[in-house]
Structure formats: structure tokens, C-alpha cells
């Protein structure tokens, strides 16, 4: 659902960061952020809300890449990671090009996943989205830890479907940029296609 702006030739992709509550949804923007030219970016903007204290969401722009002379320009959120935040996700997934679900790679933290990756599937449908036919990547964040699940494991509970999948260590960037240029390029192929 992109925002074609005509006056300044920019194609507008929305990309949501949705995961379970401290998967690493802002550490990876974080790190993109701070990794990202000053020229190339806008500002990182944080909300939270006196009912929803830990709520936030991150808004980064990106250029990368140019369709028929327009510029595409990339803006990254996060959702709240708790469930009961349900409506301020949904809101955030509204107009969304394409997602990275970040997993939690903690063997404990298993059953948060696969709550959290229902919820998008339900979230999206609700709008009209179908979570096997948006640009969709999924991220195994955490790997540096010592109680993690097993790649195979994960991809079995949380990639059935075999989508581009990433290990990760947000903090250090390991597999940050690549998930994103995953995702992206995936979003690019769409528009081009005039998906």
C-alpha cells in the first residue's frame, strides 16, 4: 500500500518490525539508524503514552533505489511487543508494504513467539493482508545467547513456509542489514511487479 508522491518523485514503502516484547525489534532500528549516512535519514521518532507506558514505535526513512525515476524511500516501525498493546498494532500495520517478524531465539521464549507470530497472521487479515503473500522475512534475533532454540527448530514452529530467514545478534548488527535489504528488495520486486 504505497504513497506515491508526485511533486517530489518518492515512492513511500512502509516496512513493520512486529515480534513478542523484547525480541529486538528496536535494537535493530536502532542500529540501523546509527549505521545509516545522516543524509539518508530522517528522524527517529519514540512515542509512549501515559496508558501505554512501554509503547513506541520508530519511523526511519530510507532512500535506497529508484522505479521509473521516482526515488523509494523506506520508513521502518516497530510495534509494541506486548499483546495487550493489540490496538496500537494494528493501527501500525495499517498501509504495510512488508514485515519482519523478529523471533526471540530463547528456548523460554518460544511460546511468546508463536503468540506473537498468530497475532500478526490475525492483525493482517483483519485489514485484508495475507501473511503468505506480503513481503515477509523473518529474523532469529539473539543467537549470542547461551538458552537458544535451534535454527531448525525455529523454522519449524515459526517459518513453515520457508521465507527468507535471518540469524541475528541485533546489538552488534549481525544480520540487521541483511535482514533489511531482504525485506526491501522483496517490497521492490512487488512494486515492480505493480503488486
Do not use: W
Not at 503514552?49 to 521509473?68: A, N
Amino acid at each position: 500500500m504505497s504513497f506515491i508522491n508526485y511533486s517530489s518523485r518518492e515512492i513511500n514503502c512502509k516496512i513493520v518490525y512486529y515480534g513478542p516484547g523484547l525480541c529486538g525489534k528496536t535494537t535493530n532500528l536502532q542500529y540501523v539508524y546509527a549505521k545509516t549516512n545522516p543524509d539518508a535519514k530522517g528522524k527517529m521518532i519514540s512515542l509512549a503514552t501515559e496508558t501505554e507506558r512501554t509503547l513506541f514505535f520508530d519511523f526511519l526513512p530510507l532512500s535506497l533505489g529508484e522505479i521509473r525515476g521516482f526515488k523509494t524511500r523506506f520508513h521502518l516501525y516497530t510495534v509494541p511487543g506486548q499483546v495487550f498493546y493489540d490496538a496500537s498494532r494494528k493501527l501500525i500495520l495499517k498501509g504495510v508494504d512488508g514485515v519482519v517478524f523478529v523471533a526471540d531465539s530463547q528456548i523460554e521464549r518460544m511460546e511468546a513467539n508463536l503468540e506473537s507470530v498468530e497475532n500478526l497472521r490475525v492483525n493482517l487479515a483483519e485489514q485484508g493482508y495475507d501473511l503468505n503473500r506480503i513481503p515477509y522475512v523473518v529474523q532469529y534475533n539473539k543467537r549470542d545467547l547461551p538458552n537458544i532454540a535451534s535454527v531448525d527448530e525455529l523454522r519449524r514452529l515459526l517459518n513453515p513456509k520457508g521465507v527468507p530467514e535471518y540469524q541475528a545478534v541485533a546489538p552488534t548488527g549481525v544480520g540487521v542489514f541483511d535482514t533489511l535489504k531482504a525485506v526491501a528488495k522483496l517490497v521492490l520486486t512487488e512494486l515492480k511487479r505493480g503488486g
